[in-house]
């Protein structure tokens, strides 16, 4: 929590502002906080629980048993593999082997310059073209290791 | 304008479906997610912008709806022209101007554009005629394809709400629930749970504030006709859900939508505005003095989410742990309130069960599984994508005369149905009648209608490692049997497939299996030894083949297989371009050769030589073999 | 007043027990590992599982349920020992053994079950960790919920916020006290006490000056029960006296 940058609150206090204080709000106002920040800072968090009147220690728990949140700075470009049984049986495997020899990072893992992060996501629902991948919206299906080079390139999320 | 009385609705009906026949030349594009991927929205605009520039809207009064999804994924973008009822695939950009010169202004097919059989190579132009949609019987995805979904009217000129006004006009919320178990709907997101008998229980339940909830976390790696239904046909959930709140005296509901599926939770939204707007959901909805209003939920990324008490500790803000289900929901559900909870497609066969009545649904399907159930055919099968069928049909007939067979006619091994709760089944038992208790009798499950074909390039042992994998990720951690029995049983199955199996083992998943089936709290660590149980039924020689001969018969699994070009290769260096780690070395027309120590063992080459001139064998026997 | 069938006993119990509750009015002692009297039960460890049959089904059809949040019913039949009840327990005990296979409390419970060394894994990493929740449970029920569940399924794990001194906690040690493993260490003397990372000034009693509570924990009772806060500075055995003085005053009447 201490290495972590200062952050500009004032989108959380917006957030904040559009739900019901109470706890059935907490998922989604960490959606959109994760959304707004590419990640969950932690002072965040504090201000989200202080808010909701939700302890802290159930903040963090819910933070962390998602897969949909990060506690750490993301990349600027989400690369998303699906690892769902129709995309594993036809090659998700590859793409992600793949994306470790050109990007250097494994699933779960961020570049060292923040510009890509991998995740492996367990089905987005476009099984008959698999495998299915995506590179920050753009979705590429029955994509293949030796295209990735092209999959990159357009999917890259320009906005920073 | 809020409709206020049946008469209002029947005039808006009526105006709704004069719209739509007033416009008898459509052209529909499909965008669903899958065909959002190849390019459909750029077709979507293309078509719109080129007719707009000839000035065609005045002419020949056209109309160009972006649908949702047609379910034949993998020949998208998909277009279909009305009142012909044609279908282009695999339809880009670049080419509208002429599809609009040719066949909308010409009435010329372009063959190219066609559906191309692969049985016997014939092109179809004719949407009802290509085998895959031809014995379809599209219930609970009625409109998908047919409507915009963001288009209320376009939903009600199809029916849409007309269940809802049947209901609420000319129906006692009795007579509802009447209905709905003349029909015998059974829930359609695995459990197969009589709907009927589900709603009378919470109807029981003491209490003025109750629930209806839509379970949209559609989680079963392989199935995705919960996101056809929600992206393509939103109306048809929110109009089954305020028919059951009506039936069951609440209020208030949720749609729990998994977070993986965006495109889900914005057209739901448009449609609950729009709802909203014209009087079908909100205060007095159409005049009836019923007062009924939905919220989104979006999941947080958590297979277990899809599990009913999960769900609703997850839209309570919780973590998704489930609990013991000795109260049952129905009593005690969200907020510790009677609730019903229903699976998507479930939701929207209640319009049309109420619209055309339960007799007529039950007259689908078998004895004890009445209806249609979507199925979403994927893996090793030439026409992959979304289907319809009456309960009772085989698997033979899904997968041979509707899937077209087995993707490059490899030899069939196994369907895999049910997800990670499921099991396999193997080719002596295609003739089986899917239903629900047929399904469970061999050993697998109905589940969410996730169907996977598999063929020879697929090892058993690989494809039970898989789920135990899924499922050791998606565990909540709350129980011991399947917290730890998870852990275990993939560090005895990583030693499988890397050649470290030793004798017992099988006796030792085997044991894990039972404790877990009958130990784990949740239906996730109770069904989780499915498919290590189906797969170890039906195909234990592999498994005895990993312990005890350090092969994997299939030739996947990397450490116990290596490959080898055989003397058939003709030099076409397609294998050379696919290898990633450049381990083939050879020269045009000559003939190539793998080295040992650079592969490993992907399988790439194997997956793309067209003669068939590439074969694995056992990684032991290259000690014995000279190294090149 | 249910009755029901315990491994053949017949048993009278209130309407609104469990079936621990129940097992125990009919002598039988089902072990347990995540519950506590006192507190909601949770149903996570599934070492109190038993075999229940319902007045209504066949005589021969049983459901494996826990005892510890299983409603109980009229004419239920329960059987605390049944083969794959036994079998079942084992196997929770035995990965539990892979897991804490130094653990004292687990290596004693499989020995009782048959189990001398695990079948299984044994963890890599030392825990005494049985993820029984009592932890948590305790601390939500007190009102403080300072330290939670983190991640899931291997990875799950008993944390405070950000893995750092939770801000919440009071050092009231219930947590610590009820772990039947002893996982949560801590230090504790007349003046500070540590645990979770997070130090404590110590209140000391004024008559006898023995470390009695930490401050924090004496402000949050005082706060919760209108009580005043100087209340729970003294010494139990202060406060006995003290009562004990009023006894002093008492005669007897003839």
């Given at each position: 929590?201490?290495?972590q ?6 989108m959380?206090?917006?957030i ?6 109470e ?81 250097g ?8 310059d ?19 991948m ?11 290791p030796?295209?990735?080079s092209?999959y ?9 | ?76 973008p ?16 670049k ?5 609009v ?6 009435d ?26 031809k ?34 006009h000319e ?9 709905v ?7 359609r ?10 709603w ?42 305020i ?14 939508v ?27 909805i159409?005049?009836?003095g ?15 989410c ?24 129905t009593d ?5 309130l ?67 067979g ?25 003739d ?52 730890e ?21 099988i ?62 290769c ?13 381990a083939?070395e ?30 694995t ?12 | ?22 097992c ?48 109980v ?43 001398e ?14 993820l029984?929740g009592?932890c ?82 004496a ?5 919760r ?18 009562v004990a ?10």
């Amino acid at each position: 929590m201490a290495e972590q940058p200062c952050v500009d609150l004032s989108m959380t206090e917006e957030i904040l502002g559009s739900y019901p204080h109470e706890e059935p709000s907490l998922i989604q106002v960490l959606q959109d906080v994760h959304r707004a920040y590419n990640y969950l800072p932690c002072d965040v968090l504090v201000r989200v629980a202080e808010v909701l009147e939700v302890p802290l220690a159930k903040v963090f728990s819910v933070s962390t048993f998602y897969k949909a949140f990060s506690l750490e700075p993301q990349g600027d470009t989400i690369i998303k593999v699906c690892t769902g049984t129709a995309c594993h049986i036809r090659g998700a495997g590859q793409l992600v082997e793949e994306l470790e020899r050109k990007l250097g990072i494994g699933a779960n893992e961020t570049t060292e310059d923040l510009k890509f992060t991998v995740k492996t996501v367990n089905c987005v629902g476009a099984c008959a073209m698999a495998p299915v991948m995506l590179v920050g919206e753009k979705y590429w299906g029955s994509a293949k290791p030796a295209r990735m080079s092209k999959y990159l390139a357009e999917g890259v999320n320009d906005e920073n | 304008m809020r409709i206020e009385s049946k008469d209002q609705f029947e005039a808006y009906q009526a105006n709704a479906k004069e719209r739509e026949s007033g416009q008898p030349k459509k052209v529909l594009v499909c965008c669903g997610t899958g065909c959002l991927a190849t390019g459909a929205k750029e077709v979507a605009e293309a078509f719109a912008h080129e007719i707009a520039e000839r000035g065609l809207d005045v002419e020949v009064g056209l109309g160009v709806k972006s649908t949702g999804c047609h379910g034949f994924c993998e020949r998208g973008p998909l277009v279909v022209f009305l009142p012909e009822g044609l279908l282009y695939t695999k339809v880009q950009a670049k080419r509208v101007p002429e599809i609009v010169e040719k066949t909308i202004l010409g009435d010329e097919i372009i063959p190219g554009l066609l559906y191309k059989n692969p049985a016997n190579n014939e092109r179809i132009p004719a949407y009802e005629e290509v085998p895959f949609y031809k014995n379809q019987v599209r219930v609970a995805m009625r409109n998908i394809g047919r409507i915009d979904p963001t288009d209320l009217v376009d939903a009600v000129a199809h029916d849409a709400y007309a269940g809802l006004a049947k209901a609420l006009h000319e129906m006692t919320p009795d007579e509802v629930l009447d209905e709905v178990e003349t029909s015998g709907q059974r829930g359609r997101g695995g459990a197969g749970f009589f709907t009927a008998r589900k709603w009378r229980s919470c109807k029981s339940a003491p209490g003025d504030r109750r629930f209806v909830l839509c379970n949209g976390d559609e989680g079963d790696p392989g199935a995705f006709k919960d996101r056809s239904i929600m992206e393509g046909d939103p109306h048809s959930v929110l109009e089954g859900m305020i028919i059951g709140a009506y039936a069951l005296g609440a209020h208030e509901g949720y749609l729990y939508v998994r977070d993986e599926y965006p495109l889900a939770v914005v057209n739901l939204q448009v449609a609950i505005v729009e709802a909203r707007k014209a009087g079908f959901l909100g205060e007095n909805i159409l005049g009836s003095g019923f007062d009924f209003d939905i919220q989104i939920s979006r999941g947080g990324g958590a297979f277990v989410c899809g599990e009913s008490s999960a769900l609703m500790r997850s839209l309570a803000g919780k973590t998704g742990e489930p609990r013991a289900k000795y109260v049952h929901s129905t009593d005690k559900g969200l907020f510790d309130l009677p609730t019903v909870l229903n699976n998507v497609e479930t939701w929207a066969g209640i319009g049309a069960i109420i619209h055309r009545g339960g007799a007529w649904f039950a007259s689908m399907g078998t004895k004890k599984s009445k209806g249609t159930k979507a199925f979403s055919l994927v893996g090793k099968v030439k026409n992959t994508g979304l289907i319809e069928l009456p309960m009772g049909t085989t698997l033979r007939h899904i997968i041979y005369d509707i899937g077209g067979g087995v993707l490059k006619d490899r030899p069939f091994k196994a369907v895999q149905t049910g997800g990670p709760s499921g099991g396999c089944i193997p080719e002596d038992l295609l003739d089986l009648p899917v239903d629900y208790e047929r399904l469970t009798e061999a050993g697998s499950m109905m589940g969410s209608g996730g169907m996977i074909v598999m063929d020879d390039r697929t090892c058993m042992v690989d494809v039970a490692r898989y789920f135990i994998g899924f499922l050791t990720e998606e565990s909540c951690g709350k129980c011991t049997p399947c917290r730890e029995g998870l852990k275990q049983m993939l560090g005895i199955y990583d030693a499988l497939i890397e050649g470290r199996g030793r004798e017992g083992d099988i006796e030792r998943i085997e044991n894990l299996a039972a404790g877990m089936q009958l130990g784990s709290l949740c239906e996730l660590g109770k069904s989780a030894p499915n498919p290590v149980l189906s797969t170890l039924k039906y195909f234990r020689a592999e498994y005895e083949a990993h312990i005890h001969d350090q092969a994997c018969p299939a030739g996947i699994c990397r450490e116990l297989t290596a490959f080898e070009i055989k003397d058939d290769c003709d030099g076409c260096h397609v294998c050379f371009k696919a290898c990633p780690t450049d381990a083939i070395e050879g020269v045009i027309k000559e003939m190539h050769v793998i080295h040992h120590d650079l592969c490993i063992s992907c399988g790439a080459c194997l997956d793309v030589c067209p003669t068939d001139s590439i074969r694995t064998f056992p990684k032991i026997e290259l000690a014995a073999k000279e190294v090149v | 007043m249910p009755t029901l069938k315990i491994n053949g006993r017949k048993v009278t119990v209130a309407e609104d027990v469990y079936l621990l509750e129940a097992c125990r009015a009919a002598g039988v002692e089902v072990p347990t590992l995540c519950n506590f009297d006192g507190l909601e039960p949770w149903g996570g460890c599934r070492l109190c599982v038993v075999d229940m049959s319902m007045a209504k089904w066949d005589d021969d059809w049983f459901k494996m349920v826990t005892a510890c949040n299983h409603p109980v019913e009229e004419g239920m039949t329960v059987v605390t020992d049944s083969e794959r009840v036994l079998a079942t327990r084992k196997v929770v005990l035995d990965l539990l053994l892979a897991r804490c296979p130094e653990t004292p409390l687990i290596q004693q419970l499989a020995r009782e079950h048959g189990i001398e060394e695990t079948s299984y894994e044994p963890n890599p990493e030392q825990t005494d960790c049985i993820l029984c929740g009592l932890c948590t449970r305790v601390c939500d029920h007190i009102g403080v919920s300072a330290i939670a569940s983190t991640d899931r399924g291997w990875g799950r794990e008993i944390a405070p916020p950000f893995n750092e001194p939770p801000p919440d906690c009071i050092g009231c040690l219930a947590c610590a006290e009820i772990c039947p493993t002893d996982h949560i260490k801590f230090t504790t003397s007349n003046v500070t006490r540590t645990i979770w990372g997070k130090e404590f000034e110590m209140l000391r009693d004024p008559k006898t000056g023995e470390a009695v509570i930490t401050k924090a924990q004496a402000e949050h009772f005082a706060k919760r029960s209108g009580v005043p806060k100087t209340y729970f500075e003294t010494s139990d055995k202060s406060k006995r006296l003290k009562v004990a003085k009023t006894f002093e005053k008492l005669q007897v009447v003839k």
